[in-house]
């Protein structure tokens, strides 16, 4: 009979190495080998005898190998594989009956009846009382999701084990009664613990996020700060984007006037070139025209720097503006500054008026801007019309 459970090791071994996939990451050869272990164990400690103990056993190796073939009954594929290879090893009927009553009885839902039934029960959820038990339901979880069974999040998971601890499942064999309830009863502690630790940590990120929202709806200024933020941002680029083309249109003219000295002014004093006189003075007056446009819309306009205590009392000056400030000593700055975040209405009344004068500049900076646009322009076509009229009348 030793004979027969060693082929039965090495058939489960090499068949699950061949055809168990490897979304099977809990029902394997490991987990097969441990409901072995546990066989025995029970059986060691038991009053079972020898034809008995020898049906646990190739029950215990066979119990999963349906699941090379399916996962939803698999204890019937199991009882189909077991018994053709028992047959195949000239076991007897009755052996082949014990082995596959046995494997029946490890269905979840079946209540075992005699003691081998109970052992094998015992031994196939022997895991809820081991240390490896977190390890060993983690695997299982992962695999029930694998196969697209159920996706349980970890708190769900926890929930599940601890109906299935306090309402599903028990030990019925004596030995496991003694030796492995305790064992089951701790794990079932620790994760009605960690429950907990979640509910609380739950409770704690909910109870926060609350607070948020309670400050987004009791504090409104968020939405005022946040657009005079975002409208000043957009004030400055505006700004950048008017000095960047009066600077383009600066070194454009500034490129035209000195190819104009260096290659057109000296050939007019030639007889011949007198006609490309007139056209030659239009096209540099108008680019000196535009170039003295750029400047104007990019030059800093020049302030004072000082403000008196009168004027921040009676709110006329802007200390968020360093032209009104640069020329001040830093006690007399500071007082200001003092005086303006005791306010908030003062506060944002400074804000608008910086925007305001934000607003001022940028209507200089892009008319003066246009206005230089329309002079290069009105200058390049008079230019080229002067060229041309000027070719025809030589």
Same mark, same amino acid.
């Given at each position: 009979?030793?004979?027969?459970? !060693? ?13 168990? #996939? ?17 066989t ?9 005898n020898?034809?008995e103990?020898d ?21 019937? !594929?199991?009882v ?9 090893n000239?076991?007897?009927? !009755? ?21 081998? !039934? ?7 959820s ?10 060993a ?15 349980f ?28 309830? #305790? ?10 613990e960690d ?33 005079f933020r ?10 950048d ?13 500034a ?9 057109l002014?000296?050939k ?10 007139? #056209? ?16 104007m ?11 008196t ?8 000056v ?10 001040m ?13 005791k ?21 200089r ?28 009348l030589?």
């Amino acid at each position: 009979m030793n004979n027969l459970i !060693e082929k039965a090791d090495k058939f489960v071994h090499n068949l699950f190495k061949e055809k168990l #996939p490897n979304t099977y990451i809990y029902h394997n050869y490991k987990h097969t080998e441990r409901v072995v272990k546990s066989t025995k164990e029970i059986v060691d400690s038991s009053e079972i005898n020898v034809k008995e103990e020898d049906a646990l056993i190739l029950a215990a190796w066979l119990h999963d190998t349906g699941y090379t073939r399916t996962y939803h009954g698999h204890e019937e !594929e199991s009882v189909k594989i077991a018994t053709d290879f028992l047959k195949e090893n000239n076991a007897t009927k !009755e052996l082949v009956e014990k082995v596959t009553t046995l494997i029946r009885a490890t269905k979840f839902d079946n209540h075992p009846e005699t003691e081998a !039934e109970k052992v094998i029960r015992d031994a196939d959820s022997s895991h809820f009382a081991k240390d490896y038990f977190e390890e060993a339901s983690e695997f299982l979880r992962q695999e029930l999701q694998l196969h697209n069974i159920k996706n349980f999040s970890g708190a769900e998971w926890i929930q599940e084990n601890i109906r299935l601890f306090t309402e599903k499942h028990q030990y019925y064999t004596a030995y496991a009664l003694e030796n492995w309830k #305790p064992g089951k009863e701790e794990n079932l502690l620790e994760l009605i613990e960690d429950q907990k630790k979640r509910q609380k940590k739950l409770q704690k990120e909910e109870h926060k996020a609350r607070l948020k929202a309670q400050y987004k709806n009791d504090n409104p200024e968020r939405s005022i700060q946040t657009m005079f933020r975002v409208t000043l941002r957009n004030h400055i680029k505006l700004s950048d984007i008017a000095d960047t083309k009066a600077n383009i249109l600066l070194s454009v003219n500034a490129i035209i006037i000195s190819l104009a000295l260096a290659n057109l002014i000296p050939k007019l004093d030639a007889a011949s070139n007198k006609h490309l006189l007139i #056209p030659s003075m239009v096209l540099i007056l108008f680019s000196v025209a535009s170039i003295i446009l750029s400047i104007m819309s990019t030059r800093p306009n020049v302030t004072s720097g000082e403000f008196t205590k009168k004027q921040v009392e009676d709110r006329e000056v802007n200390l968020l503006f360093f032209g009104n400030f640069h020329k001040m000593p830093f006690e007399q700055f500071r007082w200001g500054m003092k005086e303006m975040i005791k306010d908030k209405d003062f506060v944002y009344e400074s804000l608008m008026l910086d925007l305001h004068l934000l607003g001022k500049v940028l209507h200089r900076k892009y008319f003066l801007l246009r206005l230089t646009y329309t002079v290069f322009m009105v200058g390049i076509i008079v230019s080229v019309i002067s060229f041309v009229i000027g070719f025809y009348l030589m």
